[in-house]
């Protein structure tokens, strides 16, 4: 399953305001991503992809890219997929006129595992923090170059901050 998928909008309305963005290409990268065929998104608006909250980030952003044709704008998004399941979505857009009008290629890459892996490594490292600033032991996390980056207190009682970024 795609973790991003590509898509293609009309754009020729984008400099207003209420521009429906419709989608004239859909990438098979993005059904895996939305779980809609071909079939059944090309020709709905591009905004039934996302929150409703996110409607008027993407009208703006598609603005300002029309104000910068060939420039790519980056954001972020909440995505819908079809199941109703939402994901976060890094979104990059940019502006282009083709013999059929104005076009806006999107690229919306699913976040939701980045996000997760980095939520876990933070629980990680708090857990590590909390055993390691507990121990009666005193323990030290070097880096490659031998400088403290982090000494627990242990029996020293020391405040870690006074003792890190000094090489042994």
């Known amino acids: 399953v795609a973790q991003h998928g ?3 909008a009309d754009a020729t309305q984008a400099a207003e305001a209420d521009a429906a963005l419709v989608i004239v290409e859909w990438g098979a990268g993005a059904e895996d991503l ?21 409607h008027a980030t993407l009208a703006a952003e598609a603005r300002r ?3 910068r044709p060939g420039e790519a704008c980056r ?7 079809q199941s109703g399941r939402r994901v976060p979505l890094d979104t990059s857009i ?14 919306l890459r699913d976040t939701s595992k980045q996000i997760l892996a980095e939520r876990r490594l933070g629980e990680v490292e708090k857990n590590w923090r909390d055993i390691a600033e507990n121990s009666a ?6 880096d490659r170059a031998g400088t403290v980056i982090f000494m627990s207190r242990g029996l020293l009682g020391q405040p ?3 003792m890190t970024d000094h090489p042994i």
């Open 137 to 142: 032991d005193v323990l030290l996390l070097l």
């Open 75 to 81: 954001f972020v998004l909440c995505g819908v997929k």
């Open 65 to 67: 890219a029309h104000a």
């Open 94 to 107: 940019a502006m282009w006129s083709a013999a059929s009008g104005d076009r806006l290629g999107v690229v």
């Open 34 to 54: 939305f779980g809609y065929s071909a079939a059944e998104i090309v020709g709905q608006p591009l905004r039934t992809l996302l929150d409703p909250s996110d």
């Open 160 to 162: 870690v901050d006074l």
């Open 6 to 8: 590509i898509v293609v």
